[in-house]
């Protein structure tokens, strides 16, 4: 099995900055990717940011303003967010594809982490 710990929500107000972290631990044999997805009340979970290796991917509404990376000895993926927005007041998650050393392969998610960007 995989865990996923979050860190680093928070409140900030509109132009402000945070930065996000997720560590993952267990079982683990390889990382496939890492990203981060967000869920605002009333919506549906949306992609926020991804990488698998060196390849990113962003939501169109966060490019230029989110940066994802990773730091692959310890499986900890991290998202600079920067030009915070009110709309981008959401919970974020965690997620992972994992290669366990069972050799199967598993997403797993995080739990969430609040980040509430104030006007």
């Known amino acids: 099995q995989v865990q996923l710990v979050e860190s680093g929500g928070g409140l900030v107000q509109a132009g402000g900055s945070l930065r996000l972290s997720c560590a993952a631990s267990?079982?683990?044999?390889?990382?496939?990717?890492m990203g981060w997805y967000r869920q605002a009340p009333g919506n549906q979970r949306e992609l926020v940011a991804q990488?698998?290796?060196?390849?990113?991917n962003y939501a169109d509404s966060v490019k230029g303003r989110f940066t994802i990376s990773r730091d692959n000895a310890k499986n900890v993926v991290y998202l600079q967010m920067n030009s915070l927005k009110p709309e981008d007041t959401a919970v974020y998650y965690c997620?992972?594809?994992?290669?366990?050393?069972?050799?199967?392969?598993?997403?797993?998610w995080g739990k969430g982490t609040l980040v509430t960007v104030s006007s």
């Open positions: 997620h992972t594809e994992a290669v366990l050393t069972s050799r199967a392969t598993v997403p797993y």
């Open positions: 267990g079982s683990i044999f390889r990382i496939n990717y």
């Open positions: 990488i698998s290796g060196t390849t990113t």
